[in-house]
């Protein structure tokens, strides 16, 4: 199969080859029948994560959505059927960031001013302790949506806050592994529900739902809940300054955490 026979080729080209490109990176997929609905939100995620602008990111729902096509009708099973392809995350994701206005031409500050209250509010327990592993560890969605008992990994001493502190191994982005610090309450928490439940997994569209009407009656602005990986950036520098970083190490540091390799990439959860 080549994308470059397509029709519509020449108006998408740009947007796939930085999403093939990004699935070699990421996911170590090179062929494009390999593609999953998890990889094209996990991609929409990454792409509204760095603040693109509305028209770019529609851009990118509907290259993607001619790619869907495209793969459902030129590939085959072992069968001769066509192979069914589901990109219709795509969309889901492209309304939230409409309807939270986390696309747009100017640049702001995502942060929420209480986070700890917005998340004691949020209708549903599951909900409340999902978020507040994302603001406690940094951990993107994606990466907490479904926890499986053998990603808790028991307590560490953080040198940087001089605690003790509770580990959970995601993986995220396609392949990035790394630790997430959240605090023992919260890991006692979850390690009780898995154990009664054998898994802890959510909804991507109930929990977004739960927090934006949860910041409407509440009056303050509905960020998402990427909102609280800016919190943890936040919160997580002023530790390492604390600790005796410098500045640069403290944005490097802070980085890695937040499975960035750049430590320019600190600075953009810094601004507004």
């Excluded at 602008?53 to 793969?71: D, P, R, T």
């Excluded at 040198?159 to 990035?176: R, V, Y």
Aim: charged share 25%.
């Amino acid at each position: 199969m080549k994308i470059s026979s397509y029709g519509t080729a020449s108006t998408f080209r740009a947007v796939w080859e930085n999403f093939f490109h990004y699935l070699r990176e990421h996911w170590n997929i090179k062929d494009a029948e390999k593609i999953t609905g998890e990889m094209i939100a996990a991609y929409m995620d990454y792409k509204s994560e760095y603040h693109v602008s509305k028209q770019y990111l529609e851009k990118i729902s509907s290259a993607l959505g001619k790619l869907e096509i495209a793969l459902q009708c030129y590939t085959k099973n072992k069968y001769g059927e066509s192979k069914y392809y589901d990109f219709s995350i795509r969309q889901f994701i492209l309304n939230e960031a409409r309807n939270l206005d986390l696309v747009a031409n100017n640049y702001h500050n995502r942060a929420y001013e209480n986070p700890e209250f917005l998340i004691a509010s949020l209708s549903d327990p599951l909900h409340r302790m999902a978020a507040q592993i994302q603001y406690e560890g940094g951990a993107r969605l994606e990466g907490i949506s479904l926890i499986k008992l053998e990603q808790l990994h028991g307590i560490k001493y953080d040198t940087i806050t001089n605690s003790d502190k509770a580990i959970i191994f995601t993986k995220e982005k396609g392949g990035k592994e790394d630790d997430v610090l959240i605090s023992i309450d919260i890991y006692d928490q979850l390690l009780g529900y898995i154990t009664a439940n054998k898994r802890f997994k959510i909804d991507r569209q109930k929990y977004s739902t739960d927090i934006r009407e949860t910041c409407i009656k509440l009056g303050i602005p509905a960020e998402g809940s990427h909102g609280f990986r800016w919190n943890f950036a936040k919160r997580r520098m002023m530790e390492y300054a604390r600790a005796g970083y410098t500045y640069e190490q403290s944005l490097q540091a802070v980085s890695w955490e937040m499975k960035h390799r750049r430590a320019s990439i600190s600075e953009h959860y810094l601004g507004g």
